[in-house]
């Protein structure tokens, strides 16, 4: 195969519900769950609907969204009516691809980021809201110590050290001072300066990129520091409840019911699922709560058969190796260039080159030179090693 037809395909845009996307194994569909809460009800629900349109398999994405994996074409009305019954389908396709918000999972109904995110959520159905391109999304989160640093975004609403709000278009490094009655507004502004300023030709684009290439902001961007912000949380048990992790993001319609049988659920973006009224560990098929696993640190798409571009199989290849993991190295298997399961860098990425083939790239992306090309699978722990 040429490498011009190995080069993946960039799509732009991400699933949805209303506007899913063709999979190698049925249609993804993404339920973008409002402040990634579902209640038990609905949880259980989506599970349902998961075994009876779909094929029971989803993955929770990074940004706290859950997608529905093997649906059929004639499947989707059916499944669409379900989801409106569970509260969690948006009104329009419009709608859909702008509501794009990832929030703390440690927010608490009636606080600053709950009214703030209730505030943006709401002023992004309105149809004068900027049509941003369907990859662009929000971040919000008002604790002392943010943790949603790491997390993809192009506009963040986050607490300084001295406690007041800022909002930061990500890729800066300053942003500028807001309060809970400003902090929406000035979000959805700033949005509308990208368009305005040529962010998304052809309806694609970021934040970061759009500034990377030299867009000038408005002068009060560049009031405040960024806040430092905290780690990100592990599995297990926090103060906050229990953090179930979720092996490559990956879970089944039964670990949805099983963890549902605990509490309310909070979608993180870190393929953990947190139920905060939780207080003891359990025991939840699929899932792990040992923080130390070097499961943590293993990434891998869906990889083949499941994702059409995919080269080669991924996730059988990830958990063979993840023993073999140094402490504190990180390892990437990605079935394509694409990179979708990690777009940054890792220690250790393999990207599949053909159904039993991998190349090596050391400290860097699935799209950057390797150090070795073409390792057959078992001839990967030698490398490794
Ligand atoms: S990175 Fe993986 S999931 Fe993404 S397009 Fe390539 S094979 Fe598919």
Same mark, same amino acid.
């Given at each position: 195969m040429s490498a011009a037809s190995n080069a993946p395909i960039v799509k732009g845009w991400c699933p949805g519900a209303l506007r899913p996307m063709m999979s190698g194994d049925g249609l993804v569909v993404r339920i973008r769950a409002p402040f990634g809460y579902? %209640?038990?009800e609905q949880a259980i629900g989506v599970a349902d609907l998961s075994d009876r349109y779909g094929s029971g398999q989803m993955d929770l994405s990074a940004r706290a969204n859950l997608q529905l994996r093997g649906v059929s074409e004639g499947n989707h009305p059916d499944l669409l009516s379900g989801l =409106? !019954? $569970?509260n969690l389908l948006d009104p329009s396709? !419009? @709608? !859909?691809?702008?509501r794009n918000i990832v929030m703390t999972p440690y927010w608490e109904i009636g606080d600053e980021t709950f009214r703030i995110a209730t505030r943006l959520n709401d002023a992004l159905q309105a149809e004068t809201a900027p049509q941003t391109p369907g990859k662009f999304g929000y971040a919000v989160d008002c604790s002392m110590a943010p943790v949603l640093g790491d997390c993809s975004a192009d506009i963040r609403i986050e607490r300084c050290e001295d406690g007041r709000l800022i909002c930061r278009p990500d890729g800066h490094a300053f942003g500028a001072w807001v309060t809970e009655n400003s902090a929406a507004q000035t979000a959805l502004e700033l949005a509308q300066w990208f $368009?305005?300023?040529g962010g998304a030709p052809e309806n694609r684009g970021r934040m970061r990129a759009h500034l990377a290439k030299g867009a000038v902001l408005p002068e009060k961007f560049s009031e405040v520091p960024a806040p430092l912000g905290a780690a990100r949380p592990c599995p297990g048990m926090s103060e906050k409840g229990v953090f179930f992790g979720l092996e490559f993001g990956a879970l089944t319609s039964n670990t949805l019911r099983g963890l549902a049988s605990l509490g309310p659920l909070r979608l993180t973006p870190w393929r953990m699922i947190l139920v905060n009224s939780c207080t003891k560990p359990a025991e939840i098929p699929g899932t792990y709560l040992d923080p130390e696993t070097p499961l943590q640190r293993a990434f891998a798409c869906t990889g083949a058969p499941h994702c059409p571009q995919a080269l080669g199989p991924t996730r059988l290849v990830a =958990?063979?190796? @993840? %023993?073999?993991l140094e402490p504190g190295q990180n390892l990437h298997v990605s079935g394509c260039a694409k990179g979708c399961a990690l777009p940054g860098k890792a220690d250790l990425t393999l990207c599949a080159t053909g159904p039993d083939r991998f190349d090596l790239i050391r400290n860097g992306r699935a799209s950057d030179t390797a150090a070795m090309e073409n390792i057959s699978a078992s001839a990967l722990p030698k490398y490794l090693s």
């Open positions: 579902l %209640s038990q =409106r !019954e $569970l396709l !419009e @709608v !859909e691809a702008r $368009l305005d300023t =958990r063979s190796l @993840v %023993s073999m």
